[in-house]
């Protein structure tokens, strides 16, 4: 079985630059997470997925990122413009069907770095 | 929102010695997971505990759900190289999964 995929897997900007990532989730899974994790800190979710609807979006700054997924599958994250407390790494997850039961499957992760 | 503590924050182990690591609720939980991440993986889900008193093993791991179900630990026995990352419980909130900021493992050969 495939797993989540990520890209890029490592991205560097200026600061106001946009930048956007992919994520294409275990096939047959509902639910998409992403996530931002900065080091020494646990994963943040940013933006929970059901399908194609937004389950829960409340630590995403709707101001500068904004998030989709398309036809339920694929989902793209999108910084504009970028700040430097952005650097961090984006987490892409997916999940069969969502909840706090479930078991979450995390890609490698994108990587950004924000000068 | 439902927030997990975990303590310690890092860990230094010698290899071959045993430790526990701790993640604890205000509140009752419903269910805890606990992830791991090797040094810049992601995070990768080891167990679920569901019940009170729960008790779970894998291998030299051993999981525990506490009896009131606000706090879990892991312990693991006989620290090994591969033990090295960071490890993660998680707990629900609503529909979402809260991390703690997880006990970061190192260890001496």
């Known amino acids: 079985e495939a797993g989540v995929a990520q890209s890029p897997r490592y991205k560097i900007i200026e600061k106001r630059q946009s930048v956007a990532f992919w994520c294409n989730p275990i096939?047959?899974?509902?639910?998409l997470y992403w996530y931002q994790q900065i080091l020494g800190q646990g994963p943040k979710l940013l933006i929970q997925?059901?399908?194609?609807?937004?389950?829960?979006d409340s630590q995403l700054p709707k101001d500068r990122f904004s998030a989709e997924r398309l036809k339920g599958v694929d989902s793209t994250l999108k910084i504009q413009p970028a700040k430097l407390e952005d650097s961090a790494v984006y987490l892409c997850a997916s999940s069969l069907s969502g909840g706090g039961t479930d078991t979450q499957y995390f890609g490698p992760g994108t990587r950004l770095t924000v000068l | 929102g439902q927030q997990v503590m975990q303590i310690p924050q890092y860990q230094h182990v010698q290899e071959g010695e045993d430790f526990t690591t701790y993640c604890n609720s205000s509140?009752?939980?419903?269910?805890i997971q606990w992830y791991k991440q090797r040094p810049g993986g992601h995070p990768v889900f080891l167990i679920q505990?569901?019940?009170?008193?729960e008790v779970k093993k894998q291998k030299r791991l051993t999981f525990q759900f506490g009896e009131a179900k606000k706090n879990s630990s892991l312990h693991i026995t006989a620290t090994q190289t591969t033990d090295v990352g960071t490890y993660f419980c998680?707990?629900?909130?609503?529909?979402?999964?809260?991390f703690g900021a997880g006990t970061t493992v190192t260890v001496r050969a």
């Open positions: 505990l569901v019940k009170s008193g």
């Open positions: 509140t009752t939980l419903s269910n």
């Open positions: 998680a707990a629900p909130n609503d529909y979402k999964l809260s």
């Open positions: 096939s047959g899974h509902a639910t």
């Open positions: 997925f059901q399908n194609n609807g937004v389950v829960d």
